[in-house]
C-alpha cells in the first residue's frame, strides 16, 4: 500500500460525459501527479500540482482539467469524454516538487467510455 | 522529445535470470528509474540509478547503466513467480522532474 488513494476504482461512461477522479495523497506529500496509462500511448504524465498550484504540464488535453484543494486532495475532470479516454489513471504524490522525489503511486482509476 | 524504449515481453523459467533492457535518447538523462507494476497496482519504484554511475546492486537486483550506448538494464537474480510484473524504465533529465517512462516490459516467470 503505497499511501496514495484514488476513488472510484472503476468508472464506466458515456461519451460526451464529464467525470471526476480523486486522489488523496500521501500523508505529508506537497505534490500531486496525474498520468493516463493506454495501450497504445502507454504512461503519459497528464499534469503535476504542488501545493495547490499548477507546476508543470504534460500532454493533457483540453477537455480536461485538474485542481489541487487546500487539503491537498486533488480531482481530474475529464469532460465531453470520447472512446479514447478509456484507459487507466493514476495518481502519484511525492514530498516536493522542484526536484526528483520518489513518486508513490495510487492504484488507478479505469475508465471505460462507452 | 525524449523516447525510452523497452521489449513488451520476457518469459523465464523459474530460478533463472531475468535481464530486462531499455533504451533512451537523451544524452542528458540524471536519473534512471525503474518501476514494476503489478496487477491492478500502481507502479512502485523499484530502484534507480544516477548517470554518473555504473552499476549498483540491491539484493537480487542489478541495474547497469552503459552512457555511451544509452542503455540501462534491470537483471533479477533467481526469478520468482512473484516477481511476474511489468517493469517500466524511467529517465529524467537535464532541469526537469518528471519522468519519461518506457512502454513497459511484462515479465512472466514459469514455474
Known amino acids: 500500500d503505497s499511501g496514495v488513494t484514488q476513488t472510484p476504482k472503476h468508472l464506466i461512461t458515456a461519451t460526451g460525459q464529464r467525470v471526476t477522479l480523486r486522489c488523496s495523497p500521501r500523508s505529508g506529500d506537497l505534490s500531486v501527479y496525474w498520468y493516463q496509462q493506454s495501450l497504445d500511448q502507454g504512461l503519459q504524465f497528464l499534469i503535476q500540482?504542488?501545493?495547490?498550484?499548477?507546476?508543470a504540464k504534460g500532454n493533457i488535453l483540453e477537455r480536461f482539467s485538474a485542481q489541487q484543494f487546500p487539503d491537498l486532495h486533488s480531482e481530474l475532470n475529464l469532460s465531453s469524454l470520447e472512446l479514447g479516454d478509456s484507459a487507466l489513471y493514476f495518481c502519484?504524490?511525492?514530498?516536493?516538487?522542484?526536484?526528483?522525489?520518489?513518486?508513490?503511486f495510487g492504484p488507478g482509476t479505469r475508465l471505460t467510455v462507452l | 522529445g525524449e523516447d525510452v524504449e523497452q521489449s513488451l515481453f520476457l518469459s523465464v523459467r523459474e530460478g533463472d535470470s531475468s535481464v530486462i533492457n531499455c533504451t533512451y535518447t537523451d544524452s542528458s538523462s540524471t536519473y534512471l528509474y525503474w518501476y514494476k507494476q503489478e496487477p491492478g497496482a500502481g507502479l512502485q519504484l523499484l530502484t534507480y540509478?544516477?548517470?554518473?554511475?555504473d552499476m549498483k546492486q540491491d539484493q537480487r537486483l542489478t541495474v547497469l547503466l552503459n552512457k555511451k550506448d544509452k542503455h540501462l538494464s534491470l537483471r533479477i537474480a533467481d526469478t520468482q513467480t512473484g516477481d511476474s510484473a511489468i517493469y517500466f524504465c524511467a529517465e529524467i533529465s537535464g532541469g526537469s522532474y518528471i519522468p519519461t517512462f518506457g512502454r513497459g516490459t511484462s515479465l512472466i516467470v514459469h514455474p
Open positions: 502519484a504524490s511525492s514530498v516536493k516538487g522542484s526536484s526528483y522525489n520518489e513518486q508513490f
Open positions: 500540482y504542488y501545493n495547490g498550484e499548477e507546476r
Open positions: 540509478i544516477f548517470s554518473n554511475m
